[in-house]
């Protein structure tokens, strides 16, 4: 280590069970951060000052004026430019004692094992769903550490994902893409910048904790964030023996293409039907429906129900709607939820395409109807 080098990372250095060792480790690490944006900004930067000695970056995307207020890695004279550009240039000039290797094309079909094999782990900062699953599975091939973070609204996820080391992977809580539609993006949901801020450094934390050997990796551990209610909670995730990747039988043997294309095949919906019900419906309306007859559908993951759930509720995910219709009965009323009322409105404005007249959305999901109707059950 050079005399700068000793000052610069003294602060760090001085750590119990960090030490020089510690910085050593971080010297010789080699960290993959995939997408420059809400997640990878605070990720690649944190990293970068730590001194991650190889710091591969990878994004294909331009800078817009509306990734700026999350995107804290670009600047406004950015706007227009390649992303990969513009944070090779802010994380260089953070830290000039690091290698970045920028990866104009991203993560392709192609290129993910092979990519995935020269790092040491891999930090997903992407925003789609094509892309996340690509990750996820191209890290199980090149058996290699995942620190996986999302966010929705005012909630974000954070794990490690390692099936070599008894973890879950991705495909084990959620085994198929969700159909194109039925997931808003943050361009629809909307999102506060300093939420990926803060699931982001989250994730640059895992990764320096992972090459330093401080701590322990949240292996098994899905951490959900409240932004609203200001409250982190943890939700134990197992791996699935029938996962279609890491299973005992599973069927993903190698990256394919066609299981990362979003390509919707569904076909053209009717028109929206002219339902007088509303849309939504309160969570003391939803049990007077339910105590009268109606149908309740919960659009939750398995790993979800396992916390909570109405009794005698029909469990279909979201994604899995369009192909299991013909489950449902269009005659009667149907009171659609999950876990704060998001997918469930969406899932109803769906079903509504499809002529499901008297499907109706519990407004504030599970959670509110914990809150209001059963105070024993369990909350997450
Ligand atoms: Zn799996």
């Not at 003391?284 to 993951?301: M, Q, T």
């Not at 449902?328 to 395409?353: E, F, I, N, W």
Request: with cysteine.
């Amino acid at each position: 280590m050079t005399p700068e080098e000793a000052t610069r990372y003294s602060r760090q250095i001085i750590l119990p069970d960090f030490g020089t060792e510690g910085q050593d480790r971080l010297k010789r690490s080699r960290v993959l951060v995939i997408g420059m944006g809400g997640l990878g900004s605070p990720a690649s930067l944190y990293l970068a000052a730590a001194g991650v000695g190889t710091l591969g970056i990878c994004d294909f995307d331009k800078v817009d004026l509306t990734n700026l207020h999350r995107q804290v890695l670009h600047g406004t004279e950015s706007v227009g430019r390649p992303k990969i550009d513009s944070a090779r240039e802010r994380l260089q000039s953070v830290n000039p004692e690091i290698e970045i290797r920028a990866h104009a094309e991203g993560v392709t079909v192609d290129n993910a094992v092979d990519l995935f094999r020269e790092y040491d782990i891999i930090v997903d900062g992407s925003d789609n769903f094509p892309t996340r699953y690509l990750n996820n599975d191209a890290a199980y091939f090149a058996g290699k550490p995942l620190v996986y973070g999302s966010i929705f609204q005012f909630e974000g996820q954070l794990t490690v994902f390692h099936p070599a080391e008894g973890s879950p992977c991705y495909r084990c809580l959620f085994p198929q893409m969700p159909e194109p539609g039925t997931v808003p993006n943050c361009a629809e949901a909307g999102v506060l910048g300093a939420l990926p801020g803060i699931i982001g450094s989250l994730q640059a934390m895992e990764a320096i904790k992972w090459i330093t050997r401080c701590g322990k990796a949240p292996l098994g551990r899905l951490l959900v964030y409240d932004a609203l209610r200001t409250r982190f909670q943890e939700v134990s995730i197992k791996p699935d023996p029938d996962c279609p990747l890491c299973g005992e039988h599973a069927g993903i043997q190698s990256i394919q293409a066609e299981n990362y294309e979003w390509a919707c095949e569904v076909p053209e919906p009717k028109p929206m039907s002219d339902s007088e019900l509303p849309m939504e419906i309160s969570v003391a309306e939803s049990k007077r429906k339910r105590d009268a007859g109606a149908h309740l559908l919960d659009v939750r993951e398995a790993f979800e129900r396992d916390i909570c759930k109405i009794e005698g509720a029909h469990p279909i995910p979201m994604k899995e709607i369009p192909h299991r219709l013909t489950e449902l009965d269009k005659s009667q009323p149907l009171v659609v939820y999950c876990h704060h009322g998001m997918r469930s409105l969406r899932a109803t404005q769906y079903l509504r395409q499809w002529g499901f007249e008297k499907a109706q959305s519990m407004s504030g999901g599970i959670d509110a109807w914990a809150n209001e109707i059963e105070p024993d059950m369990r909350r997450y």
